[in-house]
């Protein structure tokens, strides 16, 4: 079992940053893919970012690419999305999601989900 809880989320002006945490608890969690999706009102949740279980290889949507990067502390049992140029369609509330590997943790069909912080992106 993983347990996640996020982080960080907030109020940001348009071009600003914010960096994002999810902390995971469970002795398993250096053995999955993690990742980050976001929904906005009326509309579906969709992947933002994920890592494998070694933090080696990143995923990006094409929406952040160049503009957010993750990493992960498998000490610290953390991930974090720095997100940078904020833009007004950045707003959703942010979840972190774990899975057994890249390619499940990039889907919604991931194993574990957190309950989601907020952004909101002021213009």
């Known amino acids: 079992q993983v347990q996640l809880v996020e982080s960080g989320g907030g109020l940001v002006q348009a071009g600003g940053s914010l960096t994002l945490s999810c902390a995971a608890s469970g002795r398993t969690f250096r053995y999955y893919a993690m990742g980050w999706f976001r929904q906005a009102p009326g509309k579906e949740r969709e992947f933002v970012a994920a890592?494998?279980?070694?933090?080696?290889?990143?995923a990006y949507a094409d929406s952040v690419k160049g503009r957010s990067t993750i990493s992960r502390d498998n000490i610290k049992n953390t991930i974090d999305l720095q997100m940078n140029s904020l833009k007004p369609e950045d707003a959703a509330v942010y979840y972190c999601?774990?899975?057994?590997?890249?390619?499940?943790?990039?889907?919604?069909?991931?194993?574990?989900w957190g309950q989601g912080t907020q952004v909101t992106v002021s213009s």
């Open positions: 890592i494998t279980w070694s933090g080696g290889t990143a």
């Open positions: 999601a774990a899975a057994r590997s890249l390619a499940q943790v990039t889907t919604t069909a991931s194993d574990y």
